[in-house]
């Protein structure tokens, strides 16, 4: 969930978006939300560390690829997105300090209860059902 909002914040620059990136950024992200709602795996809120730290070693990675001067084929600068332009931007360590705190683990809570209302969902009609057959059983 955080890939698919923070493109269309922090990269997309407008204009007509190009095929990959509604597929890889908008349809993954539908496919990813059936996929939670309809699988019943638990997820727990106290998980959101993990995503932090995979976050933190992408900002680790991105900050070292901006300052190392490593090339970016055809593509301009030393960033890996405008986003992460850290030597002409450093209001962006703000950005993603924010991301990093706050903006993740929102999102993963918010991917926890989305799963939780899936279970639940999914586990009614089946409750209904197991309760008419055991009123069934004990009537014969």
């Given at each position: 969930m955080a890939?698919?909002?923070?493109?269309?914040?922090l990269v997309y620059?407008?204009?007509?978006?190009?095929?990959?990136?509604?597929?890889a950024h908008g349809v993954n992200w539908v496919l990813m939300l059936c996929d939670r709602f309809f699988t019943e795996q638990p997820?727990?809120?106290?998980?959101?560390?993990?995503?932090?730290?995979?976050?933190?070693?992408?900002?680790?990675?991105?900050?070292?690829?901006?300052?190392?001067?490593?090339?970016?084929?055809?593509?301009?600068?030393?960033?890996?997105?405008?986003?992460?332009?850290?030597?002409?931007?450093?209001?962006?360590?703000g950005v993603i300090a924010v991301i990093v705190a706050i903006i993740i683990p929102t999102f993963h809570g918010f991917m926890v209860l989305w799963g939780k209302l899936g279970t639940y969902s999914l586990s009614q009609p089946q409750a209904a059902?197991?309760?008419?057959?055991e009123m069934s059983v004990e009537q014969h």
């Amino acid at each position: 969930m955080a890939v698919f909002a923070l493109f269309w914040l922090l990269v997309y620059t407008g204009g007509t978006p190009r095929a990959w990136d509604v597929h890889a950024h908008g349809v993954n992200w539908v496919l990813m939300l059936c996929d939670r709602f309809f699988t019943e795996q638990p997820a727990y809120y106290i998980h959101f560390y993990q995503l932090q730290i995979y976050a933190l070693v992408y900002v680790l990675f991105s900050i070292i690829h901006n300052y190392s001067g490593i090339d970016n084929g055809a593509a301009d600068g030393t960033y890996i997105y405008k986003a992460t332009d850290y030597k002409n931007h450093p209001e962006q360590y703000g950005v993603i300090a924010v991301i990093v705190a706050i903006i993740i683990p929102t999102f993963h809570g918010f991917m926890v209860l989305w799963g939780k209302l899936g279970t639940y969902s999914l586990s009614q009609p089946q409750a209904a059902n197991k309760s008419r057959v055991e009123m069934s059983v004990e009537q014969h």
